[in-house]
């Protein structure tokens, strides 16, 4: 069994079941750190309507969030979820919304000698790194 998710009659992805849970339920779980919906519409006979303008959002303002910190465990914890949305965004046509002000609220500094800060020298999405995680992930997500 699979699910669906899609915009319009367009499928963007077609994981199994279980991803597919999982993929929600991370999707939840992340979004109190952005204060935005999620743009991902209940899972309805097998598929999901995806709101592009609020996903986009998100995933912008879950890049912003993981960008403003160096702290390895948040940031291993949202690397997936992200690179998999990103392919997402990219298979319906759409861009991120620029960068978010950088405001100083929600950092999570991990204080070490090996510490860098700011991470990518500002706050700057690392376009190039994003891509090649993304890619990666495409090749293992089926429409």
């Known amino acids: 069994m699979s699910q669906y998710f899609r915009i319009g009659d367009q499928v963007l992805w077609n994981p199994s079941n279980g991803v597919a ?3 929600m339920r991370s ?3 992340l979004a109190p750190e952005t204060g935005l919906p999620t743009g991902l ?3 309805e006979s097998d598929e999901c309507e995806i ?3 609020a996903f986009t959002a998100f ?4 890049i912003d ?3 403003r910190t160096n702290h390895p465990i948040l940031h291993s914890l949202m690397e997936g979820f992200i690179a998999t949305a990103l392919v997402l965004v990219e ?3 759409a861009e991120l919304p620029p960068p978010g002000a950088d405001d100083g609220s929600r950092r999570d500094i991990q204080a070490s000698k090996e510490s860098t800060w700011p991470p990518g020298g500002g706050h700057v999405r690392d376009a190039e790194r994003w891509a090649a995680l993304s890619a990666r992930h495409a090749r293992a997500m089926p429409r």
């Open 21 to 23: 849970r999982l993929f």
């Open 27 to 29: 999707a939840e779980a």
């Open 41 to 43: 519409g209940p899972m």
């Open 51 to 53: 709101d592009l303008t």
């Open 59 to 62: 995933v912008g303002a879950l």
């Open 65 to 67: 969030r993981y960008e």
């Open 91 to 93: 298979r319906a046509g």
